[in-house]
């Protein structure tokens, strides 16, 4: 819900107020453009993921030193399962990079779509919680495939994050899950389809210089 309020300000309003055919009169290209408004929602992403990661991360290391050095820390104190210490660190990141150029690519993509805050936050609602919903009846309720669960994004990003960290899609939860290189297609697939979108969306804008 944050980001949507974000996405409405920063990308909803120059299609609204016709904002953008002043920017794409300026020495700038769209990917530019595009690139500026993915790093701004991504510094959101981040704030609300990556960084309070970050900060646990440091946290739980200072309590134990061991937890910054030894890469089997969890398997050692069998208190978890994926590495610690520096490949965890790195997992962090992975995980925070694959979060943000997805919901970025998103975000920025609906936002231009559906201009105004209403119908974004519903769309956003309709695709992280009715397809979750219906995912769940789906896999957990009817016992389909597993694969169903590849409708509901935020699992899809779980599952994805989750290799990051070193945890196979086995761990994750509600079992079962996908296979990591199904979620990996799905999310690849969104990213190419709001790029495609956006590319088209910037092109008919009219640039007057």
């Given at each position: 819900?944050v980001?949507?309020?974000?996405g409405?300000?920063?990308v909803?309003?120059?299609?609204?107020?016709?904002?953008?055919?002043f920017?794409?009169?300026?020495?700038?290209?769209?990917?530019?453009?595009?690139l500026?408004?993915?790093?701004?929602?991504?510094?959101?992403?981040?704030?609300?993921?990556?960084?309070?990661?970050?900060?646990?991360?440091?946290?739980?290391g200072?309590?134990?030193?061991?937890?910054?050095?030894?890469?089997?820390?969890?398997?050692?104190?069998?208190?978890?399962?994926?590495?610690?210490?520096?490949?965890?660190?790195?997992?962090?990141?992975?995980?925070?990079?694959?979060?943000?150029?997805?919901?970025s690519?998103?975000?920025?993509?609906?936002?231009?779509?559906?201009?105004?805050?209403?119908?974004?936050?519903?769309?956003?609602?309709?695709?992280?919680?009715?397809?979750r919903?219906?995912?769940t009846?789906?896999?957990?309720?009817?016992?389909?495939?597993?694969?169903?669960?590849?409708?509901?994004?935020?699992?899809?990003?779980?599952?994805?994050?989750?290799?990051?960290?070193?945890?196979?899609?086995?761990?994750?939860?509600?079992?079962?899950?996908p296979?990591?290189?199904?979620?990996?297609?799905?999310?690849?697939?969104?990213?190419?389809?709001?790029?495609t979108?956006?590319?088209l969306?910037?092109?008919?804008?009219?640039?007057?210089?």
């Amino acid at each position: 819900m944050v980001l949507t309020l974000a996405g409405a300000f920063l990308v909803g309003n120059d299609f609204t107020h016709n904002s953008l055919p002043f920017y794409l009169a300026k020495p700038l290209s769209r990917w530019h453009y595009l690139l500026g408004k993915g790093l701004a929602v991504g510094v959101v992403v981040n704030l609300l993921t990556t960084v309070p990661a970050l900060v646990l991360y440091l946290q739980h290391g200072l309590d134990d030193l061991d937890y910054f050095t030894d890469p089997d820390y969890f398997t050692a104190n069998d208190t978890g399962v994926g590495p610690a210490g520096l490949p965890l660190l790195l997992g962090i990141l992975g995980y925070g990079l694959v979060t943000t150029v997805c919901l970025s690519l998103l975000l920025v993509a609906t936002a231009s779509w559906l201009r105004r805050t209403v119908p974004l936050v519903m769309a956003w609602a309709a695709l992280f919680l009715f397809l979750r919903l219906l995912a769940t009846v789906l896999v957990d309720g009817l016992q389909y495939d597993p694969r169903w669960r590849l409708l509901d994004l935020w699992n899809v990003l779980r599952v994805v994050g989750a290799a990051c960290l070193g945890v196979p899609p086995k761990f994750v939860t509600p079992a079962p899950q996908p296979a990591l290189w199904e979620a990996s297609l799905v999310l690849g697939a969104v990213c190419l389809l709001c790029l495609t979108y956006l590319n088209l969306r910037t092109r008919a804008v009219e640039v007057v210089r």
